[in-house]
């Protein structure tokens, strides 16, 4: 069964820090996505950045960053220049077939 | 992406009665989701609706709980029957847009049942 693992339930840094999220995924697929998800307190659920697995190169979007390790089936996300609106529920998620199967998340919280 | 509303936002419900959400999105889509989030958890996904066919569940859900309508490629309703307040959780419908397994997410009903 796939599964995803995010070990850090909770972090905090200060504004303008870089912080990275740690995410580990278990699948016998070669084809899939990964993704990180954003959730404030709004409860919206905002695509925060994707990665294709055929993909060597790291994607980046904007101040959001993922060091993609296939091999080690790790997939962190790196926030530079963190910023209050960033405090936020981060959820990493594996895709397959169209199912998206999540972790538990990260509560992460930007202090001013 | 796509702009994605749901109704209602929120509501509170005595057990026992049904509740039906309803998922508007302003382009067409063929696959829309139906995820539950209950307090503090991640989502789970309830089932997948395509237009033109019955909903596909995920283990765990049953048609006679929550029954799904998906009438054409802009809309799509989730209806939580016979509530228990097990069921107080937030409901989300997802969409993917462009078919390459990326998706975009309603902003959620938070449901609550005494």
């Known amino acids: 069964a796939q599964t995803v693992t995010q070990s850090q339930p909770e972090m905090s840094v200060q504004e303008a820090e870089t912080v990275t999220l740690s995410c580990t995924y278990d699948?016998?697929?070669?084809?899939?996505?990964l993704f990180w998800y954003k959730q404030p307190p709004s409860r919206q659920m905002i695509l925060v950045i994707r990665?294709?697995?055929?993909k060597q190169q790291n994607a980046t979007e904007n101040r959001f960053s993922v060091n993609f390790q296939k091999a080690a089936k790790s997939f962190s996300l790196k926030i530079s220049d963190s910023q209050l609106g960033d405090t936020a529920m981060y959820f990493c998620?594996?895709?397959?077939?169209?199912?998206?199967?999540w972790g538990a998340g990260t509560k992460l919280i930007i202090k001013p | 992406s796509a702009v994605i509303s749901q109704k209602p936002s929120r509501d509170i419900c005595q057990r026992g009665t049904s509740l039906t959400i309803q998922c508007q999105v302003d382009?067409?889509?063929?696959?829309m989701f139906w995820y539950r989030q209950q307090p503090g958890q991640s989502l789970t996904l309830i089932a997948t609706?395509?237009?033109?066919?019955?909903?596909?569940?995920e283990s765990g859900f049953v048609i006679d709980k929550f029954p799904i309508s998906r009438p054409n490629l802009t809309f799509s309703t989730l209806t939580v029957s016979n509530m228990s307040p097990e069921d107080s959780s937030i409901y989300l419908c997802?969409?993917?847009?462009?078919?390459?397994?990326?998706?975009?997410f309603g902003p959620g009903t938070r449901l609550t049942v005494l």
């Open positions: 997802s969409v993917d847009t462009r078919g390459d397994n990326e998706q975009f």
């Open positions: 699948t016998s697929e070669s084809n899939y996505y």
């Open positions: 990665q294709e697995a055929y």
């Open positions: 609706a395509n237009q033109g066919s019955e909903a596909t569940y």
């Open positions: 382009s067409q889509v063929t696959m």
């Open positions: 998620a594996f895709m397959n077939n169209y199912q998206l199967i």
